[in-house]
């Protein structure tokens, strides 16, 4: 069982304690040099032990012996960076010392307390204190959540199997994880360069009902899919069919991942089943809203597109006939598979959420003609204006034949007049 922050901050500070009355074992120049080293602040505390300010850690101590000093007598200031020192030069036995306290985390407590400050001064060299850990500890305190995955070193990562990561991914040790975090990690470990080992993992983590599985669920499909991984496909629809008709939790995430992947790969037994439901799903829609995709709708068009956007308009020819939009519920249909072909889920007063699978109208010429006569739609007209762009295009006029000119009178000579002298 994972501790809690409350049981991590009396591991962290007691480690912290037996470090510092460590200390004296090892040279008080070499420890003072190994402050200067770190490269950290410290905090520098009044006569009752209330923060005063930052400031670099090899300012806080004159030399060495006033380290040592300051160690012997668990000075606070001592105590805060004490197993950062102890990192430098035992790292093993600093990490035996904070294994209780794993995983490292400075958000728990407040910046002036105690264990904010050792926590701060143990993540200035938490990679040499788990570079010291004994081979088989990672592993095991990986699987038990002990360590934070963006954290571990590359060198830590590698010592941790496929098997391990599954393992760990699918139950709720390591606690809630962000995508970015788990692609961090992801990319340190040597099975990013592995896309077999990646599929295979993808395998274990995917049945996961926790934070985790779904984080490195969700880096894995976009990796493999980035990579047109076709074997991959085949854990895709293992996990679709296994968390289908879910509609929230993690469950509902993995199988919308499972889902897009297959439609990056365009695996059309897939396609042109979600295809098929567009009918029943359509029948469904209660009215027309011109700023929202419906999410049932979602899925069989964007399957629609992905089995051939150049050839998309053929496919959904019939939902833009004049008997199809007659309707707003006709209407709507249209809309959405546009809106799915311009890639946007959501267009309402400046907010624009696209669709993770981009454009595709501009493939297919064939939506020019089809949009054509739905310019003045009283529900569409404004969309499909936006689309073709410029005026509607009518067919040229004859033009009238050139008016005969009417026969020039001739000008009458001007009356002669005479002068009178």
């Known amino acids: 069982m994972v501790p809690r922050a409350a049981e991590r901050a009396d591991a962290l500070v007691a480690g912290a304690r037996a470090a510092c009355l460590g200390l004296h074992r090892f040279d008080a120049k070499r420890l003072f040099a190994a402050l200067g080293r770190l490269g950290m602040t410290g905090t520098a505390y009044d006569d009752w032990g209330t923060t005063m300010e930052e400031v670099p850690a090899s300012e806080l101590f004159?030399?060495?012996?006033?380290?040592?000093?300051?160690?012997?007598?668990?000075?606070?200031?001592?105590?805060?960076?004490?197993?950062?020192?102890?990192?430098?030069?035992?790292?093993?036995?600093?990490?035996?010392?904070?294994?209780?306290?794993?995983?490292?985390?400075?958000?728990?407590?407040?910046?002036?307390?105690?264990?904010?400050?050792?926590?701060?001064?143990?993540?200035s060299v938490i990679d040499r204190v788990q570079e010291g850990a004994p081979a088989d500890a990672v592993e095991k305190d990986f699987v038990a959540g002990k360590l934070r995955p963006e954290a571990i070193p590359s060198a830590l990562a590698a010592r941790i199997p496929v098997e391990a990561l599954g393992a760990a991914a699918s139950g709720p040790a390591l606690g809630y994880l962000h995508h970015d975090e788990a692609k961090i990690f992801l990319q340190k470990h040597p099975v990013w360069s592995d896309l077999a080992g990646l599929t295979r993992l993808l395998d274990l983590v995917g049945d996961g009902t926790s934070h985790a599985a779904s984080a490195f669920s969700s880096v894995l499909f976009d990796r493999l899919g980035q990579e047109r991984h076709g074997p991959s496909i085949e854990v895709a629809?293992?996990?679709?069919?296994?968390?289908?008709?879910?509609?929230?939790?993690?469950?509902?995430?993995?199988?919308?991942?499972?889902f897009q992947h297959l439609l990056l790969l365009r695996h059309a037994p897939t396609l042109e089943a979600e295809l098929a439901q567009l009918t029943a799903r359509a029948a469904k829609v209660k009215a027309f809203d011109g700023h929202h995709t419906i999410p049932e709708l979602r899925g069989p068009i964007a399957a629609g597109f992905a089995l051939g956007p150049e050839t998309a308009s053929a496919r959904f020819a019939s939902w833009f006939a004049p008997k199809?939009?007659?309707?707003?519920?006709?209407?709507?249909?249209?809309?959405?598979?546009?809106?799915?072909?311009?890639?946007?889920?959501?267009?309402?007063?400046?907010?624009?959420?696209?669709?993770?699978?981009?454009?595709f109208l501009d493939a297919d010429p064939g939506w020019l003609a089809l949009l054509e006569p739905l310019r003045g739609h009283a529900l569409l007209g404004k969309l499909v204006k936006s689309i073709l762009g410029g005026p509607a295009k009518e067919p040229a006029a004859k033009k009238p034949a050139p008016k005969k000119k009417a026969a020039s009178k001739k000008k009458a000579a001007p009356k002669k007049t005479t002068k009178r002298r």
């Open 62 to 123: 004159q030399n060495g012996a006033a380290l040592a000093k300051a160690c012997a007598g668990e000075d606070l200031r001592a105590i805060a960076i004490s197993l950062g020192l102890l990192a430098q030069v035992a790292p093993e036995e600093a990490y035996a010392l904070v294994q209780s306290a794993l995983p490292l985390d400075t958000t728990h407590f407040a910046p002036n307390y105690l264990e904010a400050y050792i926590q701060r001064a143990l993540h």
């Open 324 to 359: 199809a939009v007659a309707s707003a519920r006709g209407a709507k249909v249209a809309h959405d598979i546009l809106r799915g072909g311009q890639g946007i889920v959501t267009d309402h007063d400046g907010t624009k959420l696209n669709a993770p699978l981009g454009a």
């Open 237 to 258: 629809l293992r996990l679709r069919a296994a968390h289908a008709g879910k509609v929230a939790g993690v469950a509902s995430l993995i199988g919308a991942s499972a």
